[in-house]
């Protein structure tokens, strides 16, 4: 005999069907879409935590070793080029590369020429790390959009881009 898969209503469309049902008047459909969103992006990151964090390592300490290693010879940016680079402040930036230079994962080290400016520095172990880690989180990321066919993945990307441009021009638009 055949298992049969029980099919469950996914809470977004369960809140869709409240409010419909409590103010029928209110056009939810931004819920479709913007919920879902919201609800993917606690999915992944905690997926993407878990992953990250079973390496020893945290979300904020990867985003500055893969800054680092997307730099380029000799893997090395100051604080500043790495606050630019989308992470959060220079200040959060040094708490994190202070976590990662007492891993021994980065080292610091004074301009030449201007001791004034100091560069975080990939380590040969923070270089080994980074890319270990960079491979297991595409791997984690792949396992994650598995359920997509290529095709679906271009698409949604592009949408996605979409929606980002929309939220971000919304900031112009007065209601």
Do not use: C
């Amino acid at each position: 005999m055949a298992e049969r898969k029980v099919t469950r209503q996914d809470a977004v469309t369960q809140i869709v069907a409240d409010w419909a049902r409590e103010r029928p008047e209110l056009d939810t459909a931004p819920l479709e879409v913007l919920a879902r969103l919201h609800r993917s992006f606690l999915h992944y990151n905690t997926r993407l935590s878990s992953s990250i964090e079973r390496h020893g390592l945290s979300v904020a300490g990867f985003d500055v070793l893969t800054a680092l290693r997307r730099a380029g010879k000799p893997y090395r940016l100051t604080a500043g080029q790495l606050a630019d680079s989308g992470l959060v402040s220079s200040a959060g930036v040094t708490l994190r590369m202070d976590r990662l230079e007492k891993d021994g994962l980065i080292v610091r080290e004074r301009d030449a020429d201007d001791r004034r400016v100091v560069y975080s520095r990939l380590t040969d172990e923070g270089l080994a790390k980074v890319d270990t880690v960079f491979a297991d989180h595409l791997d984690n990321e792949r396992r994650m959009l598995a359920g997509l066919s290529p095709s679906e993945r271009r698409q949604l990307a592009r949408l996605l881009g979409k929606l980002e441009r929309s939220i971000v021009d919304s900031d112009d638009i007065e209601d």
